[in-house]
């Protein structure tokens, strides 16, 4: 399956998880009373067998769901990233991480872009709880046809998994042939100024404002991180390195999401300017996804801005 056009992060999921019901017998898929928004419909429509509404409980979700891994299955949990990660956050720490159950949980609406909803269904943190538990892994896809690949990785990666997909129509920027291997950063443009590396929604913005800063005569090496746990600490010092310069961007808090991944690498190995776009230590509202992002600097002008900093910092103190 390959999208052209844009479209939501999760559909790549959805498509990826029917899929995988028709070639693997053990996977299964539940949901806290939302199989629509989180793209598991067509799979409880095609293997109803293997589907389990459990209501709005996610608690009994994730603990179902750690019974049935334990039982030689390998279970798909979805949920709204708030509620998964938040709400749910103790017994995905007991029986994700504590007791490493092969559990795949798959959260839609994570950021800023969940529509009327506002602060109470927003996620800014969910990565850095889930980035917190140990033997966690932590993805979060760019477009729908890398969310389709990460799907299928994460069904034959044994352990747990938390995955974030998005809500709004993203543009496609990977195809058919782009790389994906858990735990390995893909560099989507080469350069040498300043290494721009962003995850999720923000890898389309991140690209409009290379091409902007190209304009300017500042080449970004483009680094999409997919996979936040385990960081591709290789690709971050390489970058790093080669370029002088960072900047990093997430529909994320810019507290322990993915510019606090790179900045904990960078302190210790490679000292070199950086400047985080992000969600800055604030909850939401609700609004138009573009109004939302415009007012919380989540746009490719936040980035060029950012980068202009960075870049201005090179060969100081800081």
Known sequence: MTFTSPTG????????????????????????????????????????????????????????????????????????AIFGTSLANQPVRLHLGYNHFNVKLVCSHGGVTVGPDGATHQAFEDLALMRLIPGLTVVAPCDANEAYKATLAIAEYDGPVYMRVGRIDTPIVT?????????????????????????????PTSLEAADVLADRGINCRVVNVHTLKPLDEKAVLDATRACGAVVTAEEHSVLGGLGSAVAE??????????????????????????????????????????????????????
């Open 175 to 203: 195809a058919a042939e782009s790389p994906f291997t858990l735990g390995k950063a893909n560099v989507l443009r080469d350069g040498d100024d300043l290494a721009l590396f962003c995850v999720g929604s923000m890898v």
């Open 265 to 318: 690498v960078l302190c210790c190995l490679a000292p070199a300017p950086v400047e985080m776009v992000g969600v800055n230590d604030t909850f939401g509202e609700s609004g138009e996804p573009d109004e939302i992002l415009s007012k919380y600097g989540l746009t490719s002008e936040a980035i060029v801005d950012a980068a202009l900093r960075a870049v201005s910092r090179k060969g100081s103190a800081g």
């Open 9 to 80: 992060i999760r559909n790549g999921f959805g498509q990826a998880l029917v899929e995988l019901g028709r070639t693997n017998p053990d996977v299964v898929a539940l949901t806290a009373d939302l199989a629509d928004p989180t793209r598991v419909r067509r799979f409880a429509e095609k293997f109803p067998d293997r589907f389990f509404q459990m209501g709005i409980s996610e608690n009994d979700m994730i603990g179902t769901a750690a019974g049935l891994a334990l039982g030689g299955k390998i279970p798909f949990a979805t949920t709204f």
